[in-house]
T-cell receptor, first 109, second 117 residues
């Protein structure tokens, strides 16, 4: 079956760095997305990786290893507003999105 | 950037009534839109794929006669929750891809919080 695994919850300190991991098993693969979702709001797009390697966008970076079925989202210089759920989603061979359950990130002062 | 507008943001209705939720792509055409439901502290669950000019594709376990989807134009899809019950109370979110490119990101509407009393 198809499956996305990511930690349920993580805690980090303001100003620090945190890495949220995601492993996936899908029927075919056409890329991996990361979304941010604040409580009570809809998800917003953060990144898309389809090739191996690291993509950097300001304080956020996303990494993909297709051979390992693994991705991570790296958040630097954490701010309180980064407290949210981070959703990992893989695009399978039929271009259907398979969603992880999300990682709730708690930022402490 | 691509914007998806969803209306209403929240709605309270009585059990047995119907509620219509609209999803519009504001600056791009969307041949395909997606409807999700999210219960508290749970992940997004795809309900159905809305296809412009044809019938929607429903996920297993989603009642097509209860959740009516109409995708009448390239910029508008509607979800009608018919004969709503308290267990239908949830956060409903629509999304669409800009230009229908398969690798492009989904853009989400702001969601509709439905409460059925």
């Amino acid at each position: 079956g198809q499956n996305i695994d990511q930690p349920t919850e993580m805690t980090a300190t303001e100003g620090a760095i945190v890495q949220i991991n995601c492993t996936y098993q899908t029927s075919g693969f056409n890329g991996l997305f990361w979304y941010q979702q604040h409580a009570g709001e809809a998800p917003t797009f953060l990144s898309y990786n389809v090739l191996d390697g690291l993509e950097e966008k300001g304080r956020f970076s996303s990494f993909l290893s297709r051979s390992k079925g693994y991705s991570y989202l790296l958040l630097k210089e954490l701010q309180m507003k980064d407290s949210a759920s981070y959703l990992c989603a893989a695009l399978d061979s039929n271009y259907q999105l398979i969603w992880g359950a999300g990682t709730k990130l708690i930022i402490k002062p | 950037g691509a914007v998806v507008s969803q209306h209403p943001s929240w709605v309270i209705c009585k059990s047995g009534t119907s509620v219509k939720i609209e999803c519009r792509s504001l600056d791009f055409q969307a041949t395909t839109m997606f409807w999700y439901r999210q219960f508290p502290k749970q992940s997004l669950m795809l309900m159905a794929t809305s296809n412009e000019g044809s019938k929607a594709t429903y996920e297993q376990g989603v009642e097509k006669d209860k959740f009516l989807i109409n995708h009448a134009s390239l910029t508008l899809s509607t979800l009608t929750v018919t004969s709503a019950h308290p267990e239908d109370s949830s956060f409903y979110i629509c999304s669409a891809r800009d230009g229908g490119r398969d690798g492009s990101p989904l853009h989400f509407g702001n969601g509709t919080r439905l409460t059925v009393t």
